[in-house]
């Protein structure tokens, strides 16, 4: 599965950004979905889960309230809605895909569970 990350930018502090996340020829749906991020000289980290067809979401809690990750109807095209945005959420930003595992809401945060990444798209907030 190979998946493509896009919608990054440059925004200002309190702004709103939308990454998008497609793989070639298939749809997403099957899959537990991640959107990770890496921040200069941090390590990477998992911002948001969403299971297998779109049942449940996670957050950490530093993004809690201003991410939302959601699917589109035909489970094409996996989101990340980022409002409020801060100068600390300042960072790379990779999806990744994950076969369904029954521990996923255990381990849905864990590098370790995804088996597919995308390429990132570089997300850099301005205060």
């Known amino acids: 599965v190979q998946l493509q990350a896009s919608g990054g930018g440059w925004v200002q502090a309190g702004g709103s950004l939308r990454l998008s996340c497609t793989a070639s020829?298939?749809?997403?749906?099957?899959?537990?979905m991640g959107w990770f991020r890496q921040a200069p000289g941090k390590e990477r980290e998992c911002v948001a889960g969403?299971?297998?067809?779109?049942?449940?979401?996670y957050y950490v809690d530093s993004v809690k309230g201003r991410f939302t990750i959601s699917t589109d109807s035909d489970k094409a095209t996996v989101y990340l809605s980022m409002n409020d945005l801060k100068s600390e959420d300042t960072a790379v930003y990779y999806c990744?895909?994950?076969?369904?595992?029954?521990?996923?809401?255990?381990?849905?945060?864990?590098?370790?569970?995804?088996?597919?990444w995308g390429r990132g798209t570089l997300v850099t907030v301005s205060s």
């Open positions: 020829g298939r749809t997403l749906g099957s899959y537990c």
């Open positions: 969403l299971t297998w067809g779109g049942g449940r979401t």
């Open positions: 990744a895909a994950s076969h369904p595992t029954p521990s996923y809401g255990r381990t849905w945060d864990l590098e370790e569970t995804y088996d597919y």
